[in-house]
């Protein structure tokens, strides 16, 4: 089972270059294209690989000051990186900002034309790593889970794993770079230009990721869907890992069923959420509280784009059916250190315009009482606190409304 989830972890990895996370990415690696692979792509993708692992590890548990500390070093990634898009658009510019540094600093962000080092690279690397949060699909969702439950040098294994597929993936993104800028650098002109156009690139993105804009621009923009495929791989190599069925059940199999559907959630009901860090527009919450009532459960986190892209669907729901006795439940799960700080997911909340009680899970406990795996995932429960229906990820939206208008007619038929 250890080598299957360490084949898999890389494999997801990999398929990471079809999801719409990679977008940000893709100026900041295409920058450093047309260099040599040992001084420069080795390091570069190697620096990747550690920031993410050391993110993730973070994201899933973390001391306050940790957290803290992982907040400045984001900060410092993006001025990092800014200064980098700078560079490549001027020398002059990269001497001008370079300046005021030390010696040490200067040589490390030299001009971009002149020759780089090991050491550069792999700092830059770092900062990219730590910039990155990869889409959760099934497989990263399961190492989450993992991690969430035990931690340890066996977790960060299967992240850094991750990270070395994904390297991988960039690696291939990188070559192709390099090909293009080999084939035009006789024609110094249009070099010039695609570097200049690289630096506006990487500028665009460190400004994006600085103001949250980056889950606006790109979250429309996957490539290929691959749950499917990430979930077939964990069927195959790690069977009976996941502890919830795959997708949802069809509308017919659920208007079939009488009695709740064990989805291995304690007892098929709704749980507490005892362990949650703090609760946004409402007190806390109970299920004895909410009987009478249709709840929906929705795990989601706030620079998850495939959470957004649901956002809406979700927001409509609760409007459609609030009065008639649905109440939605955001649990906040956070997949990257800084979706742990609860000041950010205020803010997120206010911004996104989310009305629903919000109840923050950095502790992973209520993601655990659901053994959830998902990012975005539904879970449905009828008046009596019986989950019947669930689904990961994003889509059928029509369904899922027709769930809660079955749910609260079934409902009103008891009272």
């Not at 996941?242 to 304690?266: K, Q, Y």
């Amino acid at each position: 089972m250890t080598a299957a989830l360490f084949l898999l972890a890389f494999a997801g990895g990999v398929l990471t270059i079809a999801s719409p996370c990679i977008l940000p990415v893709i100026p900041l690696i295409f920058s450093r294209a047309g260099r040599p692979v040992v001084r420069e792509a080795v390091p570069l993708l190697l620096g990747i690989a550690i920031a993410f692992t050391f993110a993730a590890i973070i994201g899933t548990a973390a001391a306050h000051w940790v957290l803290v500390a992982s907040e400045l070093g984001r900060i410092l990634a993006l001025m990092f990186m800014g200064i980098v898009g700078l560079s490549l658009l001027s020398s002059r510019v990269a001497e001008v900002v370079t300046r005021p540094f030390t010696r040490a600093g200067a040589a490390l962000l030299a001009q971009n034309t002149g020759e780089a080092t090991p050491a550069r690279n792999l700092v830059i690397g770092l900062a990219v790593g730590l910039l990155w949060a990869p889409c959760a699909g099934p497989i990263l969702g399961l190492l989450i889970a993992g991690a969430a439950k035990t931690g340890g040098v066996h977790s960060a294994g299967l992240y850094f794993t991750f990270a070395l597929g994904a390297a991988m993936s960039l690696g291939l993104l990188l070559n192709v770079g390099g090909r293009v800028m080999k084939a035009i650098r006789n024609a110094g002109a249009a070099e010039r230009m695609i570097r200049r156009g690289l630096g506006i690139a990487t500028i665009a993105t460190v400004v994006a990721l600085a103001f949250g804009w980056d889950s606006a621009l790109f979250a429309k923009a996957t490539i290929v869907n691959t749950a499917s495929a990430e979930s077939r791989l964990v069927d195959r190599l790690a069977p009976g890992s996941a502890s919830t069925p795959e997708g949802s059940m069809s509308l017919e199999e659920f208007a079939a069923i009488d009695n709740a559907v064990n989805l291995n959630t304690g007892e098929g009901t709704l749980q507490n959420f005892d362990g949650a860090t703090e609760w946004i527009n409402s007190a806390p919450l109970t299920p004895a509280a909410l009987k009478g009532k249709v709840v929906l459960v929705e795990f989601w986190t706030f620079a998850c784009y495939n959470c957004l892209n649901a956002l809406p669907h979700v927001k409509a729901l609760e409007a459609k059916y609030r009065d008639k006795g649905l109440v939605v439940i955001g649990v906040h799960t956070p997949e990257v250190p800084h979706e742990r700080v609860v000041a950010n997911v205020r803010e997120q909340v206010k911004r996104l315009g989310i009305t629903y009680p919000v109840v923050i899970d950095n502790d992973y406990k209520i993601w655990k009482a659901y053994h959830n795996q998902y990012w975005p995932a539904a879970y449905y429960a009828d008046a009596n606190g019986k989950i019947r229906f669930h689904h990961f990820g994003e889509g059928r939206y029509e369904e899922q409304d027709k769930v809660v208008a079955k749910l609260l007619a079934e409902a009103t038929m008891v009272r």
